[in-house]
């Protein structure tokens, strides 16, 4: 899978940093214009990709972006990977919504929490990075 290399879920601050740093050469190498153009991020989005303050930007933006530099997928597949790392994870740990909604710090409803999972519902990456973490440490 392509995001084996950007999400080897450790803690919450490691997930996030790959994420951030995939984000980042990715705009750097695509141009910000570039990715604008492609993703309808706005500059704030894009400027704070740069500065490392994704915790906030959904997990399908980040993936625009990164399906921007060379030689990656489309957004779409980057997106899908991650959210299926996820579940995979889930069903490896045996970890139902209900129950991972009481280990990350969240105020959806575990409903609300699977339909970010499942993709219905936007998922910042601050959220997706607590799951990868909680995951981790369930399996």
Not at 3 to 31: E, F, K, P
Not at 51 to 67: C, D, K, M, W
Not at 110 to 133: C, D, H, N, Y
């Amino acid at each position: 899978m392509h995001t084996d290399a950007i999400d080897d879920a450790g803690s919450r601050a490691h997930v996030l940093d790959a994420w951030t740093d995939a984000a980042r050469a990715a705009l750097t190498d695509a141009g910000a214009g570039a990715v604008r153009e492609a993703t309808d991020a706005e500059a704030a989005t894009l400027e704070a990709i740069q500065a490392g303050e994704i915790e906030a930007i959904s997990l399908e933006t980040v993936a625009g972006v990164l399906a921007c530099a060379p030689d990656q997928p489309d957004a779409d597949v980057i997106d899908a990977e991650a959210r299926d790392r996820l579940l995979m994870g889930m069903t490896r740990a045996v970890l139902d919504v209900d129950r991972l909604a009481r280990l990350v710090e969240t105020d959806r409803t575990a409903t609300e929490l699977q339909q970010a999972i499942e993709g219905r519902a936007p998922l910042p990456m601050g959220e997706f990075a607590s799951l990868r973490a909680a995951i981790a440490q369930e399996s």
